[in-house]
Nanobody, 111 residues
Framework: QVQLVESGGGLVQPGGSLRLSCAAS????????MSWYRQAPGKEREWIAS?????NYGDSVKGRFTMSRDNAKNTVYLQMNSLKPEDTAVYYC???????WGQGTQVTVSS
């Protein structure tokens, strides 16, 4: 079964850190560019980062978030540091160029 499963979200104070994971199954993970997106209430889904041969980041997270992958574990990660209230959203991973999405994981940044 082809699927993506995100985990690692939660409630964190401003300035804190979280590490998200996205476990993939059912396809040749290492052959695909993977991406993270997020969607805040009332807003459109926003691209965060992608990783393939290199890694690219959106301006809103550049310098604070780091995306990585472990092809042996079929997993991508998103290390989020210096979190801000505006980072509050549901975070999703995606196989680039497909409509394959996970169920999302909620990140809430609040004091």
């Amino acid at each position: 079964q082809v699927q993506l499963v995100e985990s690692g979200g939660g409630l964190v104070q401003p300035g804190g850190s979280l590490r998200l994971s996205c476990a993939a199954s059912g396809f040749i993970f290492s052959a695909h560019v993977m991406s993270w997106y997020r969607q805040a209430p009332g807003k459109e889904r926003e691209w965060i980062a992608s990783i393939g041969g290199d890694t690219n980041y959106g301006d809103s997270v550049k310098g604070r978030f780091t995306m990585s992958r472990d092809n042996a574990k079929n997993t991508v990660y998103l290390q989020m540091n210096s979190l801000k209230p505006e980072d509050t959203a549901v975070y999703y991973c995606n196989v680039r160029g497909t409509t394959l999405w996970g169920q999302g994981t909620q990140v809430t940044v609040s004091s």
